[in-house]
């Protein structure tokens, strides 16, 4: 990398105070070093936005720089990990000072939320890519898996359903009356690091809602060998969300729209009360595998898959 390329990193990325007892080198060397206590296991994820794929050019580059830190801190959170350190690598176009100076700080403001600290990356030049890797600390064992749903297990969600899928409608020309939360929930996601945290010991199973519920459960559902019944009725849809299904018919859409970055888990009937979060119980798993919605009184067989790249 460049002298001046360098000097913009430490410009815009390198933070001056050492958030997690973790990371012991940070930015400005070969690598990054961190030292995992003996008791955590290390929690990796990457997650990578193309621009045309994964947002419109022209985006806020201060909400690219949350929503690409927010996937990442997402699946953190549907281990039941800490977040402690994140790798960022840019593929830029060019070097706009204007965007850097706003993708770091909707990136940095969001890392010093959860105390994360930036501790390396990789910058060139290309179509504008953005990668970041997120790692966090779980107790040795004691991760969420998608593999650990029993039947008999309550399924539960935090947040909406669909205000996020509304919101990727309304910015494609949907005319909503009030589209301010939906739109959002699509460009800013809130990563729920403290509910993971809060139901690690308690839930089963556990995974984020990120290419849409019925997708992501049948996750759940085929690594753990059941099936699930969802009760429409309880899903916790937004007064938008049910204008908009009013309006279109379209009510498969807070199903299979992704986008929402809530968790979905689940939960053994002797265990739920201790889950002291904000969440709403929407099904239950079946030993009958597949995946069922329960409308109108009809019970409906839901095929239909969330957002598949390559499809
Ligand atoms: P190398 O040639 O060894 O890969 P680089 O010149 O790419 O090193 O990077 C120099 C330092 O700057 C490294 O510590 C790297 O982690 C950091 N770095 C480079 N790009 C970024 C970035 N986009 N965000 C954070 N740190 C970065
Ligand atoms: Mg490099």
Redesign the pocket.
């Known amino acids: 990398?460049p002298v001046s390329?360098?000097r913009l990193?430490?410009k815009y990325?390198?933070q001056k105070i050492k958030k997690s007892a973790v990371n012991r080198k940070?930015?400005?060397?070969?690598?990054?070093l961190m030292l995992i206590p003996a008791e955590y296991e290390l929690a990796v994820t990457v997650d990578t936005m193309v621009e045309g794929v994964h947002f419109f050019a022209g985006t806020d580059p201060k909400l690219l720089g949350h929503k690409l830190l927010a996937v990442n801190l997402s699946d953190l959170a549907a281990m039941g990990a800490k977040p402690t350190s994140v790798?960022?690598?840019?593929t830029l176009p060019e070097v706009n000072e204007n965007w850097l100076k706003g993708f770091s700080e909707g990136f940095l403001s969001l890392a010093n939320q959860f105390s994360v600290d930036?501790?390396?990356?990789?910058?060139?030049s290309g179509k504008l890519t953005l990668t970041v890797q997120a790692m966090g600390m779980v107790p040795k064992g004691r991760a969420m898996l998608r593999s650990g749903a029993k039947i008999g297990d309550y399924i539960f969600m935090t947040g909406w359903l669909g205000d996020a899928g509304l919101g990727l409608k309304i910015e494609k020309g949907f005319n909503c009356s009030s589209p301010n939360s939906a739109l959002k929930q699509f460009h800013r996601p809130f990563p729920r690091v403290n509910e993971g945290l809060a139901i690690m010991a308690h839930s089963n199973a556990c995974i984020d809602i990120s290419d849409g519920l019925a997708s992501d459960l049948e996750h759940i559902l085929k690594q753990s060998h059941v099936g699930a019944r969802i009760d429409w009725d309880k899903l916790p849809l937004s007064k938008m969300v049910r204008s908009y299904i009013e309006k279109t018919g379209d009510w498969q859409m807070p199903l299979t729209a992704g986008d929402d970055y809530e968790l979905c888990f689940t939960v053994a009937p002797d265990k739920i009360h201790l889950i002291k979060i904000d969440c709403t119980q929407i099904g239950v798993v079946e030993e009958e595998t597949g995946f069922r919605v329960q409308r109108l009184g009809k019970t409906k067989e839901l095929g239909v898959k969330g957002f598949e790249h390559f499809s």
């Open positions: 990398m390329e360098f990193i430490d990325f390198t940070g930015i400005g060397d070969d690598c990054a790798t960022l690598a840019l930036l501790i390396g990356g990789d910058t060139s």
